[in-house]
């Protein structure tokens, strides 16, 4: 193992070796790539003029590692913990636990996470420009944000997906959470791409407009199997496409709602607001029974009609004679058309 702990800087032009390197003061520059099986820093910055890889044992709990090409970081057991890594493109996975961090990624390209557990990466510093991660075990995965993102796909086995930016953040993969809900809040503009979000929980969207106008635009599906969806837009509200939940569907914009050729919704109840108005759902939406929205007057109307036009039914009516022993105990039955009456007097 190879320890640096001094206070000033150092700069070789390659480093490399079978066992561990250890960094815990001062800056260390290194001019090429770099590959280790074991890494770990409690101090100090890490400079690489290349790529960067660990492929066995990663421990960052305090110091920078700053890097011109991708990092890659894997944790062959238990869980992995990075520190603050600016790098063109970082990709962490811990093959048997989760993945967490106590300083800011920071990356102008892709963030891609693969975790057995959890994958919390919720530092207020976090500057990712893409975001790909997935769980195979329980698990949620959360990703706190500043600047626009583009969310390449996130997979739970079994948890909930949390994303929180205060850029815009669109979605270019499918977003799925098995076994939890789906939460993404955006500074405007908020966009779900084709491949659309789905849950077996509730699916929460909202676009802030604390910095721009709070627009949000589906053109992909949202299903949740036994929850609910809430689309909350501080500005205009734009479906392109289907929403099915069993629990219901809310909708609210602050502006104007729009709702495309291939706009539906599924669930019961349903319901559209724009400026806090009530507005139609998309043509062709159904209750989740299946069957259209109930239209009272209409069905009022044509029982009505129904009741009107068919024939008249024959009701029986039993009628006794009491002034005819020989029929005491016996009764009479007489036909009457129109309304069923309550009896009839005998005037014998």
């Known amino acids: 193992p190879v320890t640096y702990d001094l206070p000033g800087s150092t700069s070789l032009q390659s480093f490399g070796g079978a066992g561990t390197l250890s960094l815990a003061n001062g800056t260390l520059s290194i001019a090429s790539g770099l ?5 770990s820093q409690s101090g100090g910055t890490l400079n690489v003029g290349g790529a960067f890889s660990v492929n066995g044992s990663f421990s960052q709990t305090a110091g920078q590692i700053a890097t011109t090409g991708p990092v890659a970081i894997t944790q062959s057991s238990g869980n992995l913990n990075v520190g603050a890594i600016t ?13 967490g961090q106590s300083g800011a990624l920071v990356t102008s390209g892709l963030l891609a996470t693969q975790s057995s557990g959890s994958t919390l990466l919720n530092h207020t510093g976090n500057r990712i420009a893409a975001f790909r991660a997935s769980s195979s075990g ?9 600047g626009v993102t583009d969310v390449q796909g996130i997979t739970t086995a079994s948890g909930s997906i949390t994303v929180v930016d205060t850029g815009g953040i669109s979605t270019s993969g499918k977003v799925m959470a098995s076994g939890g809900n789906v939460s993404m809040t955006a500074n ?13 929980g509730d699916i929460a969207l ?23 969806v809430s689309m909350n837009a501080a500005s205009n509200f734009v479906q392109n496409s289907s929403v099915t939940a069993a629990a219901g569907i809310a909708v609210s914009a602050g502006g104007t709602v729009t ?6 919704s599924v669930g019961n109840p349903v319901s559209y607001t724009s400026s806090g108005a009530a507005v139609a759902a998309p043509v062709g939406s159904k209750t989740s029974g299946g069957g ?15 009741a009107v036009v068919e024939p008249e039914q024959v009701t029986k ?15 009479k039955e007489k036909e009457k058309k129109g309304l069923a009456v309550e009896g009839e007097i005998c005037a014998r």
């Open 206 to 228: 909202v676009a802030t407009n604390l910095t721009s106008s709070g627009n949000m635009t589906l053109n992909g599906p949202l299903v949740s199997s036994a929850g609910a």
């Open 292 to 306: 259209a929205p109930t239209d009272f007057v209409v069905t009022f109307l044509a029982q009505f009609e129904k």
């Open 259 to 264: 709702l495309g050729p291939s706009a539906a």
């Open 317 to 331: 009516v039993v009628v006794a004679d009491p002034l005819n022993p020989s029929e005491s105990g016996k009764a």
């Open 138 to 146: 329980g698990g949620d995965i959360g990703l706190t944000n500043v």
């Open 188 to 200: 405007s503009p908020l966009t779900i791409g084709s491949d659309g979000v789905t849950a077996t």
């Open 35 to 39: 590959t280790m099986p074991q890494y």
């Open 87 to 99: 790098a063109p493109a970082i990709s962490l996975n811990a093959t048997s636990g989760s993945i």
